[in-house]
Structures are given as structure tokens and as C-alpha cells.
């Protein structure tokens, strides 16, 4: 079945650093792929999107590219803020257009 | 416009008690959807209403799961008899449409069984 590979945190980084958290998936067909994101004591955001190979997803600086090859879709920032400090989710579309296959979640922390 | 509402955000339980978990949807939205996530684990998908009507249950467990989502009110999911292993973190999103992509979460709850 339809699974999701998140690197384990915390990642703990310095501001300005550049971020890289990697995100590899299993699928079937060609499922679109996700970044949520999720502040302290909040509910998780869309952060940002992928619906095809080589698409590339991008909001508030971040960005994450669909690679079917590689079967991958890594979250990168080129310069972190401490505000980026949250558990960020990759996540893919199951067999059924409104079910979510979620990885488990990366920390991370900015340090000023 | 308010986001996505769950109450209350945390819950404690002692084993065989009920815990009862709200959803209140955006404005507008009539899709509701819950998640479920145990420590160090991503979330999974429980089960996905509309208004009076249960589309997709099948993340559910069998036994001692139920959920509703009226027409008046939030949705709710319902344990009965709770036992340790149903401490999780509860989510609930909700939609306009049916994509997953759509899909605004709460906060969640934090359920504890003691």
C-alpha cells in the first residue's frame, strides 16, 4: 500500500541556515504529494503542493519538487527564520481523492 | 472567518470511561474528516462524513469507535470503554469540496488514558 518516509527529528538548525527535510514515498498511480505544516498549539496548514511529476511546489519561501525517479519530495528553505520553528508533515493522496497517507512528522527548531 | 474548532483540547480518561471529541467545521464546509495519531507515528485516516451520512469508515476500528456528524452541531467522535492504547492525538478537518487538498484541520485532541 500507499506509505510515507519522513527523516526523524528534531532537526535543529541556526537561522539563515539552509533547510533540507527529506521525504520519500510508495505509491500506486500517481498520487499528488503535500508539505503541512503545524505551529505550537495550532491545527496543520497547507503548506504547499505537488499533483504531478516534476511539478514544484513553493510558498513562503519554501519549496519541494515531485520526483517520480526518485520517488521523493523534499522540503527545502534556502534562509530558515526562527518563526519557521514547527513539525512539518509530508504527505501523499491515497487510492481515494480525499484520503491523506501521512509520514510521521519532522520537528523543526531554529535556533537565533 | 473561524478556522476549524475541536473540543476540548485535551482529554483525560480513565480506562473503561467514555471520551467524547468535537469537530465544529468551517463556515460552509459540510465535509468532515477525523485522523488519528499514536506517538512517533503520522496520522491515519479514521473515517470521512457529510452532514447525516458516513461515507468512508474504514480506518475506523470495529469495536468501542463511533462517529456522527448531525445536522445541527459539531461532528463528534465517540470511544467507549477507552483503553490505553487509544491515547492519541485526535485531528479533524474539514472541507468545501472533496479533495484532500481542501482539507483545513483543527488544532486536534490530545486524548489520555489513564
Known amino acids: 500500500g500507499n506509505s510515507v518516509t519522513q527523516m526523524e527529528g528534531p532537526v535543529t538548525l541556526s537561522e539563515e541556515a539552509f533547510l533540507t527535510i527529506n521525504c520519500t514515498y510508495t505509491?500506486?498511480?500517481?498520487?499528488?504529494l503535500f508539505w503541512y505544516v503545524q505551529y505550537p498549539g495550532e491545527g496543520l496548514q497547507l503548506l504547499l503542493k505537488a499533483t504531478k511529476a516534476d511539478d514544484k511546489g513553493s510558498n513562503k519561501g519554501f519549496e519541494a519538487t515531485y520526483r517520480k525517479e526518485t520517488t521523493s519530495f523534499h522540503l527545502e528553505k534556502g534562509s530558515v527564520q526562527v518563526s519557521d520553528s514547527a513539525v512539518y508533515f509530508c504527505?501523499?493522496?491515497?487510492?481515494?481523492?480525499?484520503?491523506?497517507?501521512w509520514g510521521a512528522g519532522t520537528k523543526l527548531i531554529i535556533k537565533p | 472567518n473561524a478556522g476549524v474548532m475541536q473540543n476540548p483540547r485535551h482529554l483525560v480518561r480513565r480506562r473503561g470511561q467514555e471520551a467524547r471529541l468535537r469537530c465544529s467545521p468551517m463556515k460552509g464546509h459540510s465535509h468532515v474528516y477525523w485522523y488519528r495519531q499514536l506517538p512517533e507515528e503520522g496520522l491515519k485516516f479514521m473515517v470521512y462524513l457529510q452532514k447525516e451520512n458516513i461515507i468512508d469508515e474504514s480506518g475506523m476500528p470495529k469495536e468501542r469507535f463511533s462517529a456522527e456528524f448531525p445536522k445541527e452541531g459539531p461532528s463528534i467522535l465517540r470511544i467507549q470503554q477507552v483503553v490505553r492504547g487509544d491515547s492519541a492525538a485526535y485531528f479533524c478537518a474539514s472541507s468545501q469540496g472533496q479533495g484532500a487538498w481542501e482539507q483545513y484541520f483543527g488544532p486536534g485532541t490530545r486524548l489520555t488514558v489513564t
Open positions: 505509491a500506486t498511480g500517481y498520487p499528488s
Open positions: 504527505a501523499l493522496s491515497g487510492d481515494s481523492n480525499y484520503q491523506l497517507i
